[in-house]
């Protein structure tokens, strides 16, 4: 099957410090997306990105298919960016993957 | 909010006991996923449906079924539970191909 490997795999950040989170999949994969598990558990989609550069306020994600990976840029971190980022993609008939995530904390 | 609703939110349940957890969504969309979180596994999909009684397996779909009599409902059942499912039990739906998926809020469920 399809490896996806989620780095770094734990992040601690000084609130207002920017990051990058990276996952790499070891083959082609279909409509990469970026979720956000925060400390209660809720999974929050943040990006559908199956190629290019989209932004959503102080976050952004950038797949570069061809290249077999995507990122996602957090900018001024604030401590409700705490949790867990998993990116995944669609293999098969209609089936969705997760890496194992990248968890990050926010101190004040 | 996509719509979504996990019932129950928490269950304790005894080994060898029937479990259904149901899902619920009031989007009409037309795929339904189950997956279930553990420490160090991440998400791993047990079944999802792509219509009504269309379903299939995921990667860990040994001791679950799954059925999807009406759009809006896919209930999951552990026909003989075991302490090894015990995990967090999310429900995911999306619209349609190549498109976003939501997530539910979960289901604690412990096998005593």
């Known amino acids: 099957g399809i490896q996806v490997e989620q780095s770094p795999p734990d992040l601690i950040l000084q609130e207002g410090a920017n990051s990058t989170l990276r996952c790499n999949f070891s083959d082609s994969v279909n409509n990469l997306q970026w979720f956000h598990q925060n400390p209660w558990g809720q999974l929050i989609n943040l990006f559908y990105?199956?190629?290019g550069t989209k932004q959503n306020g102080r976050l952004s994600a950038t797949t570069v298919a061809t290249e077999r990976y995507s990122l996602l840029y957090i900018s001024s971190s604030q401590t409700t960016d705490s949790g867990v980022y998993f990116c995944a993609f669609y293999y098969g008939n209609n089936r969705l993957a997760f890496g194992k995530g990248n968890q990050v904390v926010v101190i004040p | 909010d996509a719509g979504i609703t996990q019932s129950p939110r928490h269950k304790v349940t005894e080994t060898g006991t029937p479990v259904t957890l149901r899902c619920h969504q009031t989007e009409n969309h037309r795929y339904m996923y189950w997956y279930r979180q553990d420490p160090g596994h991440g998400l791993r999909l047990i079944h999802y449906?792509?219509?009504?009684?269309?379903?299939d397996k995921g990667e860990v779909s040994d001791g679950y079924s799954v059925s999807r009599s009406k759009t809006e409902d896919f209930l999951l059942t552990l026909e003989s539970a075991t302490s090894s499912q015990t995990s967090v039990y999310f429900c995911?739906?999306?619209?349609?191909?190549?498109?976003?998926?939501?997530f539910g809020s979960g289901t604690q469920l412990s096998v005593l």
């Open positions: 449906s792509y219509g009504v009684k269309d379903t």
């Open positions: 990105i199956p190629s």
């Open positions: 995911a739906i999306r619209p349609g191909q190549g498109e976003k998926l939501f």
